[in-house]
């Protein structure tokens, strides 16, 4: 079973703008992580949030996390064509693998 | 640089078929897994090891089979057991436990 869900399913801006993608999680955690995936690639990971963190930035993005909503946010500032891709949350529901959401598919037109 | 290599990118099984897909790590990681992604979907993991000749099922082991021989390699078997094997299979690894994953670029299996 799925432990991440991210929200919306596809997400389509223009260049500059910027993107909000959610994700909703059931069981407790230690951390949350966000992945890009490029078209037919595999994924890179992007950031990290420990779950007694609220907030971390990296570069464009900005990560929140919300525990007791179980929920955290990816947004991306001022974003580019080459941002394009489908994006990721992983949670660690067991201790040895990560559980991976079906993702949002971000379209950002030029 | 350092990194995983899966091969190879595309892989086409006829029915009745064992295909191995190969996973290679020059990042001196103990933990190696393997997910499948179907369209649409997230990933789902289908084996992971965390150390040289040890491997546990992940969930949906059935139909496939890995070994774990050395630390770099982690290769999966497609049986003709899976019925439905057409996906993109990912080999991934990591430092450490929760630590961030690093993946292949994925081989896309296909049936004849």
């Known amino acids: 079973s799925q432990q991440g869900e991210e929200d919306p399913q596809a997400l389509s801006i223009q260049e500059g703008e910027n993107a909000t993608m959610n994700c909703s999680y059931k069981t407790s955690i230690n951390n949350l992580q966000w992945y890009r995936q490029n078209s037919g690639r595999g994924l890179v990971h992007l950031i990290l949030i420990r779950s007694n963190e609220r907030e971390k930035h990296s570069g464009r993005l900005r990560v929140t996390l919300d525990t007791s909503k179980k929920s955290s946010s990816l947004l991306i500032t001022a974003s580019r064509a080459a941002d394009t891709a489908s994006y990721f949350c992983?949670?660690?529901?067991?201790?040895?693998?990560?559980?991976f959401g079906a993702g949002t598919r971000l379209t950002v037109k030029p | 640089d350092g990194g995983i290599t899966q091969s190879p990118k595309y892989l086409f099984r006829k029915e009745g078929q064992n295909v191995t897909l190969s996973c290679e790590q020059n990042?001196?990681?103990?933990?190696m897994y393997w997910y499948r992604q179907d369209p649409g979907q997230g990933l789902r993991l289908i084996y992971y090891s965390q150390i040289v000749n040890d491997f546990q099922k992940g969930d949906i082991a059935e139909g496939y089979s890995v070994s774990r021989e050395k630390k770099e390699s982690f290769p999966l078997t497609v049986t003709s057991a899976q019925k439905n094997p057409t996906a993109f299979y990912l080999c991934?690894?990591?430092?450490?436990?929760?630590?961030?994953?690093?993946f292949g670029d994925g081989t896309r299996l296909s049936i004849l």
């Open positions: 991934a690894s990591t430092s450490g436990i929760r630590q961030p994953q690093h």
């Open positions: 992983a949670t660690d529901a067991r201790l040895y693998d990560m559980r």
């Open positions: 990042l001196n990681h103990d933990a």
